[in-house]
């Protein structure tokens, strides 16, 4: 197990691994969903972009933001992310984030009304529970009920509003990823690719969500896709993250990575001290600038929803994660070769045989290159051509975008441990100038 893995003693996780159907395989006619954007632009009311928002309680901070990525400004499309957060009886901490389909013309709408009807959904139940004698949060069976409810109620909102406006429901297709959190124990229901990243007492953290991926590369699991929910309990977390892809994909690895985390962010994120609400004001004004300047946005051009929940009090008395950079540069190489060689298993084998060979020639032995150069010929005659330059092509452009994401991740994280050092120096030094005044 990875050192920074959640144990599964400390996760409880229902999966529901049925197939269910990707956006990419509900729509069978993309024309058909340009047309219902052309027609529905005009007599639909826009959808304003929340402000970033914050709150701090019982030594809990929570900062919550989302923002219209440089590739939809550019194109004139909306923000198709959303985010938002409730307290409830100052006990309770509920947010909840949704990336709208990017192939869907009203998934903004969709976004929206997701988020706001779970979040609606919880308040009310927890605003009726809270007051019944006996009530205890670490329930998990009830929650698990609860938040599977919650998931159905969004995803009838979400259909309910597109025949109010008589538009196809498809049209309103997005992710959707809820987390219910009291101090310690967390709880989260998700669907599709968004994420959430926790940290326990032990130090140990990890993604605790799944990316919810279609068959095609671009194709996501969205809400309205039921079996693929998940519902799962985290314990003894002192905070949490959660993101939608935008930014999720520029500090997690993928999957085939075991989702290897770029600790750097997590941590400038976790360990940022607040002590009062106007410290939780400033500081997420200060990442709310941070994700929107040229220099991030420069890797990351996607809509992005960003939320974060930190329990001060505790974290700092917890064990802090040790994050080794040189390890994790090993790692990177390892799976960058990996990958080359799965895509490239010919020029594998043709390694492999000249260390054979080399090692066969020190004994005074060798292979016979012409003929194995022969019947290699012979058998290549045999292949279909056209299959063979299929191949190779599609190769050469698989290759290509894997590099593309490593060089995009690896120069994102970069840049990000550049501009968070920045960052923090001249936090530091500005926190200096305010004591020596104070001495003063």
């Known amino acids: 197990m990875h050192e920074n893995e959640l144990n599964e003693e400390d996760k409880i996780m229902e999966d529901f691994s049925e197939t269910g159907n990707s956006v990419n395989e509900q729509i069978s006619k993309k024309n058909d969903i340009k047309e219902n954007k052309k027609s529905t632009e005009s007599v639909l009311p826009p959808i304003i972009l929340p402000d970033p928002s914050y709150a701090f309680l019982h030594n809990i901070s929570i900062l919550c933001f989302s923002q219209q990525g440089e590739s939809h400004i550019k194109n004139n499309v909306p923000c198709?992310?959303?985010?938002?957060?409730?307290?409830?009886?100052?006990?309770?901490?509920?947010?909840?984030?949704?990336?709208?389909?990017?192939?869907?013309?009203?998934?903004?709408?969709?976004?929206?009304?997701?988020?706001?009807?779970s979040l609606m959904f919880l308040e009310e139940y927890f605003n009726k529970e809270m007051k019944q004698k006996g009530f205890k949060f670490d329930d998990s069976p009830r929650m698990g009920q609860i938040l599977r409810e919650m998931m159905l109620y969004a995803t009838d909102c979400v259909e309910k509003r597109s025949m109010e406006l008589q538009q196809f429901s498809y049209s309103f297709q997005s992710t959707l990823t809820v987390a219910v959190y009291d101090g310690n124990t967390l709880y989260f229901a998700h669907a599709g690719d968004d994420g959430i990243v926790a940290q326990n007492q032990k130090g140990i953290y990890a993604m605790v969500t799944s990316r919810h991926k279609g068959e095609e590369v671009s194709s996501v699991y969205p809400l309205q896709s039921k079996n693929t929910w998940q519902f799962g309990k985290v314990n003894d977390v002192v905070a949490f993250m959660m993101a939608t892809d935008g930014v999720l994909d520029a500090f997690v690895r993928p999957a085939a990575e075991n989702n290897r985390i770029y600790y750097p962010f997590v941590e400038a994120v976790f360990y940022d001290i607040q002590k009062n609400e106007e410290d939780v004001k400033k500081n997420c004004r200060d990442w709310y600038e941070y994700m929107a300047s040229e220099?991030?946005?420069?890797?990351?051009?996607?809509?992005?929803?960003?939320?974060?929940?930190?329990?001060?009090?505790?974290?700092?008395?917890?064990?802090?994660?040790?994050?080794?950079?040189?390890?994790?540069?090993?790692?990177?190489?390892?799976?960058?070769?990996?990958r080359k060689a799965a895509l490239y298993p010919s020029d594998s084998k043709t390694k492999s045989q000249q260390r054979i060979s080399e090692k066969l020639s020190e004994k005074g032995k060798s292979i016979n290159t012409e003929e194995a150069a022969k019947q290699a010929k012979i058998a290549a005659h045999k292949m279909n051509d056209g299959m063979k330059e299929l191949a190779s092509a599609s190769a050469d452009i698989l290759l290509k975008g894997v590099y593309r994401a490593t060089s995009y991740l690896g120069e994102t994280m970069g840049q990000i441990s550049k501009d968070l050092k920045k960052r923090n120096d001249q936090r530091n030094s500005a926190e200096k100038g305010k004591n020596d005044e104070s001495n003063d």
């Open 295 to 338: 220099s991030y946005r420069k890797s990351v051009t996607d809509d992005i929803s960003f939320v974060s929940v930190v329990n001060h009090e505790v974290i700092q008395k917890s064990v802090k994660p040790n994050f080794k950079r040189q390890e994790w540069d090993k790692q990177t190489k390892k799976y960058e070769k990996k």
């Open 80 to 117: 198709q992310d959303r985010s938002g957060f409730k307290l409830i009886n100052d006990k309770i901490i509920v947010a909840a984030i949704a990336d709208g389909v990017g192939s869907c013309a009203l998934s903004d709408y969709g976004a929206e009304i997701a988020v706001n009807s």
